[in-house]
Structures are given as structure tokens and as C-alpha cells.
């Protein structure tokens, strides 16, 4: 049974930063391309980057460019989110997605999903 677990959600003033964390089990992990999406209320989920099973290859959402970091560690089967200079528009539910096919960076292209972190931005 594959299970996604994020942690690293919380509260955070703008500016700030988060490192989100997924841990995989259930699964060959470096076989599978990992993503980060996020849903505010009311809006659809989104995009925000995506990671190739070695790590050679990220993609990131245009507005989380420069700020977002994405990393896996194969070992120990986690990839994490470094999230910096965080704004208010960032607050959303965070979700951690794996899919065998690549980087993705539609959601429908992921097999199996994290339950999601709350990430909360103040201004």
C-alpha cells in the first residue's frame, strides 16, 4: 500500500520560510517522479513543482520561481520543499503527489497522493 506523509506545515509571517517534507512507502521510490501542488480555498488545485525520479530534473510553477527549492533524498525516500521570501498568496493546503511516468505537471498525471499540510502565510 503506497502512503504519502507531508509535514513541515504551518504558520509563518510573509518573508518567511517553510521546508515541507513527503515520505514515501509502499513503493520503488526512485522510480517515481514526485510533485508538490497546493489548493487554496476555493481555487483549484495547482502546481508548484515537480521533481524526476534521480533529481537531475525539477520544474517549478512561474510564481514560486527563485523562492521554492525542491530535493529527494532516494535513501530515505522524503523529497522536501524549501520555501523562501514566502507571501500571503502562498497559503494554501500543500500536497505531495507521485507519479511513474516523469516531472509532471498536471495533477491528473499522479497516481497517488499525500493528504496535505496547511501552509498559512500572514502579512
Known amino acids: 500500500q503506497v502512503q504519502l506523509v507531508e509535514s513541515g506545515g504551518g504558520l509563518v509571517q510573509a518573508g518567511g520560510s517553510l521546508r515541507l517534507s513527503c515520505a514515501a512507502s509502499g513503493l520503488t521510490f526512485s522510480r517515481y517522479a514526485m510533485g508538490w501542488f497546493r489548493q487554496a480555498p476555493g481555487k483549484e488545485r495547482e502546481f508548484v513543482a515537480s521533481?524526476?525520479?534521480?533529481?537531475?530534473?525539477?520544474y517549478f510553477a512561474d510564481s514560486v520561481k527563485g523562492r521554492f527549492t525542491f530535493s529527494r533524498d532516494n535513501a530515505k525516500n522524503t523529497v522536501h520543499l524549501q520555501m523562501n521570501s514566502l507571501k500571503s498568496e502562498d497559503t494554501a493546503v500543500y500536497y505531495c503527489?507521485?507519479?511513474?511516468?516523469?516531472?509532471?505537471?498536471?495533477?491528473?498525471?499522479?497516481?497517488?497522493w499525500g493528504q496535505g499540510t496547511q501552509v498559512t502565510v500572514s502579512s
Open positions: 521533481i524526476s525520479g534521480s533529481g537531475a530534473i525539477t
Open positions: 503527489a507521485a507519479n511513474v511516468w516523469g516531472p509532471e505537471l498536471q495533477p491528473r498525471r499522479y497516481e497517488y
